[in-house]
């Protein structure tokens, strides 16, 4: 049975439930470049995939538009795959499971792919079809958006003629976006040499958040749990002996990450009477525990306090496990890690002067992990100034020098900087006043879209992005809107019999 068979539009939904199915997350693309391929094989349009899995698919302009410039559509096959922590999916390996909920289209338990899954069932709704008018069509559809535009970056532009360029990877109807900040991933990477001890174990889990998309969703102050699990962990430090077993979490760089935990051992603990050592013999699994967990509820209510209005839902738990020996990062390497954990910065940096409301800078650690003897934190950096990125940049290499630790940085993209001259614009915006009968918002963003890579490969293209309403994307309660997503068809079908 279809989940979205009685959707309008038919042939858009149709192609979103196909996608669905198919496992996408970043990195994990190979089967839906596939599926691209063989859709344009079996439809007899010109077709290239690369050695990255990037696909172009082209179809020849409708009758009597042969005469009219081509026209780029553009949108990104990866998607980032969240699900909720006690969720039983394997997002690598299965489809995911769509649900309706009024005019929310939203996936049981997961991240629906909405960004940029969309942009795919557009594209290959109109491809599939000769009932509209259109020019020459050249549908781009790229790799690993979401880990730092890799497949934008790599992308061979030569089958492409088109100068005028619609990116579909927006998710508020009615705002034309034409500029978008640069970025960058950051990858701190503390190598580590663990060794035997003895020590009483826990397992700490900061969860609880509301997460979301550091670019869409950055200033509005939501908890994130990386820095969080920082705070809570240098907060114990004060008062015990710890060393670290193991410490994960988050899903990208570019998603605030919701949830980490943590496994530690304790090896000594302050009282009354001074520090009580594990070897000592004196050591009281009741008093270490109760402490712990002590410290660990009055730092959630202070959290509580500060995100009240953020991010309400902010918890962190604590399992008492039991006195065992076992590999762990011992206790001064282990508090130089927490100490850089503790002092990443995040968030907002500056806002744009220029125009009021913008976010100008931001970074966003996103991800954890304790791998091959490194402790690997990623980061995503944003700014709309090249200046103010690369400083920003700089201050993340400094931090990670002071900690003893390596760097890298990598994914570096663009901005997309704004044109005064926009035939495209223009058009569009003329379409959308004779469809709607009111403006569109005309905006840049702070969220990054390929649109600035592909300006710099393709001189001259002329670029707007646009989409339907979505929400809380990069997260499990990522949510799509029906009615949305059918006038921005009707639009997107209007604005190319325009073309």
Known sequence: MRVLKNLEPQDVFYYFEEISKIPHGSGNTGKISDYLVKFAGERNLEYYQDEYGNVIIIKEASQGYSDHEPVMLQGHMDMVAVKKPDASIDMKKEGLRLKIDGDRLMAEDTSLGGDDGIAVAYGLALLDSNRYSHPKIELVITVDEEVGMNGARALDVSPLKAKRLVNLDSEEEGIFLFGCAGGARVNI???????????????????GLQGGHSGEEIHKERGNAICLMGRVLNKLLRKMDLCIADIEGGVADNAIPSSVKAHILVTGYENKNGRQKMQQGEFSEQECVALLKHTCDKLESELKQELADKDRGVRIEVSAMQV???????????????SLINTLPYGVQAMSSAMPGLVETSLNPGLLYMKDGIAGIGISVRSSLEGAKRALIGKLLSL???????????????????????????????????????????????????????????????????????????????ELSISSTERVWKFLLKLLEAL
Not at 418 to 426: A, F, I, N, T, V
Not at 455 to 471: R, T
Request: proline share 5%; hydrophobic share 35%; net charge negative.
């Open 189 to 207: 990477n503390y190598p580590y040499v663990q060794k035997k001890r003895r020590g009483f174990s826990f397992e700490i889990n900061v969860c």
């Open 324 to 338: 065992e020996e076992m590999d762990v990062i011992e206790e001064e390497e282990a508090g130089r890690l927490i």
């Open 400 to 478: 990670a020098h002071l900690a003893g630790a390596e760097t890298e940085v990598t994914g570096e993209y663009p901005g997309w900087t704004y044109r005064k001259e926009s035939p495209l614009r223009d058009k569009m915006i003329e379409v959308y006043r004779e469809l709607y009968h009111e403006e569109p918002v005309i905006k840049a963003i702070h969220a990054g879209v390929e649109c600035g890579l592909l300006a710099d490969k393709i001189p001259g293209l002329d670029c707007v992005s646009i989409g339907p309403n979505m929400k809380n994307i990069h997260t499990a309660e990522e």
